[in-house]
């Protein structure tokens, strides 16, 4: 299930995206933005945790510290029909440090481990956490072994690993995502180290060619903003890296069944184009407007990069993204579209 999957991501991976993203490819395992154990505990559960169908596979990424409260709060992922629990081990942020969670839960493997207890005693779907290489300018090895493995005795069997160190203190979350050198090398050496673990490496990946690298040395690659700005390459990860069909589907993956019959209907009968892929969201945008009244623009923002690097490319992203025709139905907004093209 991890051998390919798409990062959470703080306001991109809400589950219009992961909607768009699923057109896009059957088998890659889509993961939530991160919800804190706060919201879930004193917010809107539903507005947090509900999802389409057709999102399968599916992470709900966790944010928190505290056990009984992550505990709760991956049982209640469990219920909403969620395949994994991710604890977030790995986010810079202030705002998650002032929580005492994120990245530096690092500092603090026994916690870790306490959390990762708790939500395993209460749920049945896998529970996993997604961490950084290091803290600070701590840059040995042996930090990060020994945090994989002292919360592997927990029950976790997974690991996503960011292979950058998070900077707590003079980098923004995004020069955190930058700045920090990227050291795969440690991924690989906690996969040798700890063989019957899953290890999944994350952090800076674009293209198939380096992805088909990275799985020579681990079980899985994470893509994060690659895979938002360039969505359309995910187009042929089904192919790629799932190249034998599974039962009632055809050799590339690209049929699926749920709500939304007319997209599956025209991918099991047409090739996977740009086009189809718009069309599938338009009926998406439809369909959400009339069921929870949501407007076509909170979803098409997703789907901006859809025709990066073909030609008129600019032209339509100005269409979707013009707030000027809001008050229009998306399909008449789908026919300015296609014309900024002709």
């Not at 500092?107 to 290489?133: F, G, N, W, Y």
């Not at 994989?148 to 690993?161: D, I, K, L, S």
């Not at 979803?299 to 025709?307: D, P, Q, V």
């Amino acid at each position: 299930m991890w051998k390919i999957s798409v990062a959470p991501m703080l306001d991109w991976t809400d589950r219009h995206c992961r909607y768009f993203h699923r057109l896009l490819t059957r088998r890659t395992l889509l993961y939530t933005e991160m919800v804190t154990t706060g919201a879930l505990l004193h917010g809107d559960v539903a507005r947090h945790l509900r999802f389409n169908a057709e999102e399968h596979p599916v992470a709900l990424q966790l944010g928190g510290s505290e056990p009984a409260d992550l505990a709760h709060c991956a049982k209640l992922g469990e219920q909403w029909g969620y395949d994994e629990i991710n604890l977030n081990c790995g986010c810079p942020s202030e705002r998650v440090q002032r929580g005492a969670f994120g990245a530096c839960l690092m500092a603090e493997p026994q916690l870790v481990a306490d959390c990762v207890k708790a939500m395993v005693d209460v749920a049945s779907v896998p529970v996993t956490v997604k961490h950084r290489i290091g803290i600070d300018k701590t840059e040995s090895y042996d930090f990060v072994r020994d945090f994989v493995g002292t919360v592997a005795q927990a029950g976790c069997q997974v690991f996503t690993v960011h292979a950058r160190n998070a900077w707590l203190k003079g980098l923004s979350p995004k020069e955190n995502r930058e700045v920090p050198p990227l050291r795969y090398e440690l991924a690989y050496r906690l996969k040798a180290d700890f063989p019957a673990l899953t290890i999944v490496v994350n952090g800076g990946i674009a293209g198939t060619e380096p992805m088909r690298t990275h799985l020579q040395h681990v079980d899985g690659v994470m893509i994060g903003r690659e895979a938002y700005h360039n969505p359309w390459a995910m187009a042929e990860w089904d192919a790629l890296f799932w190249p034998v069909a599974q039962p009632g589907e055809p050799a590339d993956g690209s049929a699926g069944t749920g709500a939304a019959d007319a997209t599956h209907a025209t991918r099991s009968v047409a090739p996977l184009t740009r086009e189809t892929v718009e069309e599938a969201m338009v009926a998406y945008m439809v369909q959400q407007a009339t069921e929870h009244g949501t407007p076509w623009s909170h979803i098409a923002r997703h789907m901006l990069g859809l025709r990066n690097g073909t030609p008129g490319a600019r032209k339509w992203r100005q269409v979707w993204s013009d707030h000027r025709l809001k008050h229009l139905p998306a399909t008449e907004v789908l026919a300015q579209a296609r014309a900024v093209l002709a």
